[in-house]
């Protein structure tokens, strides 16, 4: 009886013993589940030194609120019209003896650009000259002649003869007038002590002088422009778009455009005409697009890539490289407060956590995002760098979550 009670203690002893080191087998489970969480959630906590953020260049910024339209992707040219391009030419032949302007300086209209030389502009200012002293004299022999028929002392014959004269010499007068007007010489400014050996050649045009093809010493003739002037005010831009993308297009729509060897400045600007033909070979029909704001860089003849923008949808907004992709997903890294470690080294360090988002439409540099999580309506983000960012937390982890 007493060792049936002794063996029914040392179960019982035991059953406890049991209950008491499972139940701390438990928390010890908990605790090592909790620990896991912490540092699978430190995992998407990136910390960079001050000394790192300068180095790579990293930049932070808002979220922007950005018209992410729906949008026809098309290629074109900027052009600029004929009526605002001019090729300066003479209408003599001659010797260029100077040249007084260089490839991209703006030229007023009648601006003297070039001066030519040529024997025949000398002798044609003589014959101007003998001319004004031939109609004096033909003046005075018509007066005699008038007087001398009066007088009954002259013939008919002799004053009509002298008033075809005197007429033939006004008519060759106004004639070389003109030429010498064309030439660029003001005819009341020749005489003996002022006869000019080389002809000024004028811009018709205002614009930038765009090409010069002649120089020094060259001669050139009616048929060989000097130089070329464009007026780069009346610049638009021709887009390409397929047929299938006619009935989309409308006169007013904005358009935004970068060039095709410079992608990092863009361009606006809005349809004003649709062209009325296709083009046979590519099955496409230009759109004339007026093009905004500051034109500076931009030249006849440059290629292009635009967008047409269909809808109005203002999104949220960040630039392409501040999204990066990790196993399928896409992030962006939110800066959060500064560092303030007591060592006065890391004070400026900057800490980012990634936040998975939803990507959205891209469009000229942006692409629009929907964060999983909602942020702050004053959230900053890696605008630059985020790659980097990223890499840092795959290289302290050893893979990426």
């Not at 601006?111 to 109609?135: C, D, G, R």
């Not at 075809?164 to 007068?173: D, G, I, Q, V, W």
């Not at 309506?377 to 290289?395: E, M, P, S, W």
């Given at each position: 009886?007493?060792?049936?009670?002794?063996?029914?203690?040392?179960?019982?002893?035991?059953?406890?013993?049991?209950?008491?080191?499972?139940?701390?087998?438990?928390?010890?489970?908990?605790?090592?589940?909790?620990?896991?969480?912490?540092?699978?959630?430190?995992?998407?906590?990136?910390?960079?030194?001050?000394?790192q953020i300068r180095?790579?260049?990293?930049?932070?910024?808002?979220?922007?609120?950005?018209?992410?339209?729906?949008?026809?992707?098309?290629?074109?040219?900027?052009?600029?019209?004929?009526?605002?391009?001019?090729?300066?030419?003479?209408?003599?032949?001659?010797?260029?003896?100077?040249?007084?302007?260089?490839?991209?300086?703006?030229?007023?209209?009648?601006?003297?650009?070039?001066?030519?030389?040529?024997?025949?502009?000398?002798?044609?200012?003589?014959?101007?000259?003998?001319?004004?002293?031939?109609?004096?004299?033909?003046?005075?022999?018509?007066?005699?002649?008038?007087?001398?028929?009066?007088?009954?002392?002259?013939?008919?014959?002799?004053?009509?003869?002298?008033?075809?004269?005197?007429?033939?010499?006004?008519?060759?007068?106004?004639?070389?007038?003109?030429?010498?007007?064309?030439?660029?010489?003001?005819?009341?400014?020749?005489?003996?002590?002022?006869?000019?050996?080389?002809?000024?050649?004028?811009?018709?045009?205002?614009g930038t002088v765009?090409?010069?093809?002649?120089?020094?010493?060259?001669?050139?003739?009616?048929?060989?422009?000097?130089?070329?002037?464009?007026?780069?005010?009346?610049?638009?831009?021709?887009?390409?778009?397929?047929?299938?993308?006619?009935?989309?297009?409308?006169?007013?729509?904005?358009?935004?455009?970068?060039?095709?060897?410079?992608?990092?400045?863009?361009?606006?600007?809005?349809?004003?005409?649709?062209?009325?033909?296709?083009?046979?070979?590519?099955?496409?029909?230009?759109?004339?697009?007026?093009?905004?704001?500051?034109?500076?860089?931009?030249?006849?003849?440059?290629?292009?890539?635009?967008?047409?923008?269909?809808d109005n949808v203002?999104?949220?907004?960040?630039?392409?490289?501040?999204?990066?992709?990790?196993?399928?997903?896409?992030?962006?890294?939110?800066?959060?407060?500064?560092?303030?470690?007591?060592?006065?080294?890391?004070?400026?360090?900057?800490?980012?956590?990634?936040?998975?988002?939803?990507?959205?439409?891209?469009?000229?540099?942006?692409?629009?995002?929907?964060?999983?999580?909602?942020?702050?309506?004053?959230?900053?983000?890696?605008?630059?760098?985020?790659?980097?960012?990223?890499?840092?937390?795959?290289?302290?982890?050893?893979?990426?979550?």
């Amino acid at each position: 009886m007493i060792q049936n009670k002794k063996r029914f203690l040392g179960n019982i002893a035991i059953i406890a013993f049991a209950t008491i080191m499972f139940a701390c087998g438990n928390n010890g489970k908990a605790k090592l589940t909790q620990g896991e969480e912490a540092t699978h959630e430190e995992s998407h906590i990136a910390t960079l030194t001050d000394e790192q953020i300068r180095t790579v260049g990293i930049e932070v910024g808002k979220i922007e609120m950005r018209s992410m339209n729906a949008s026809i992707r098309a290629s074109g040219t900027l052009r600029v019209p004929n009526n605002y391009k001019a090729d300066i030419t003479t209408l003599y032949g001659g010797v260029v003896t100077s040249l007084t302007v260089h490839i991209n300086d703006n030229v007023r209209k009648g601006q003297t650009v070039a001066l030519i030389a040529n024997p025949q502009f000398i002798q044609l200012q003589e014959e101007y000259i003998t001319l004004e002293s031939k109609i004096t004299f033909a003046q005075q022999e018509l007066q005699r002649q008038q007087q001398l028929t009066e007088g009954n002392a002259g013939t008919g014959r002799n004053l009509q003869s002298a008033t075809a004269e005197l007429n033939s010499l006004r008519t060759r007068r106004q004639s070389i007038q003109k030429q010498l007007q064309i030439m660029g010489i003001d005819p009341s400014s020749v005489s003996d002590g002022n006869i000019r050996e080389a002809l000024p050649l004028r811009s018709p045009i205002g614009g930038t002088v765009s090409q010069i093809f002649a120089k020094i010493g060259s001669y050139v003739d009616v048929a060989i422009p000097v130089m070329e002037v464009v007026d780069n005010g009346a610049l638009h831009l021709d887009l390409e778009v397929f047929e299938q993308d006619l009935p989309k297009v409308k006169v007013g729509q904005s358009i935004e455009f970068t060039l095709t060897n410079n992608p990092t400045t863009h361009y606006k600007g809005k349809v004003f005409s649709i062209g009325a033909s296709f083009e046979n070979e590519s099955k496409t029909i230009s759109l004339h697009c007026e093009v905004f704001g500051d034109k500076s860089g931009l030249i006849d003849g440059m290629n292009i890539t635009g967008t047409i923008g269909l809808d109005n949808v203002v999104l949220q907004a960040v630039p392409n490289e501040a999204v990066v992709e990790s196993e399928g997903k896409y992030y962006v890294f939110v800066e959060l407060s500064s560092c303030e470690d007591s060592d006065d080294s890391h004070k400026h360090d900057m800490r980012f956590e990634r936040i998975e988002v939803y990507r959205g439409a891209a469009n000229m540099g942006y692409v629009a995002v929907t964060a999983v999580k909602p942020l702050p309506q004053d959230a900053r983000i890696a605008t630059k760098g985020a790659f980097f960012i990223n890499a840092t937390l795959v290289d302290g982890n050893g893979h990426s979550h």
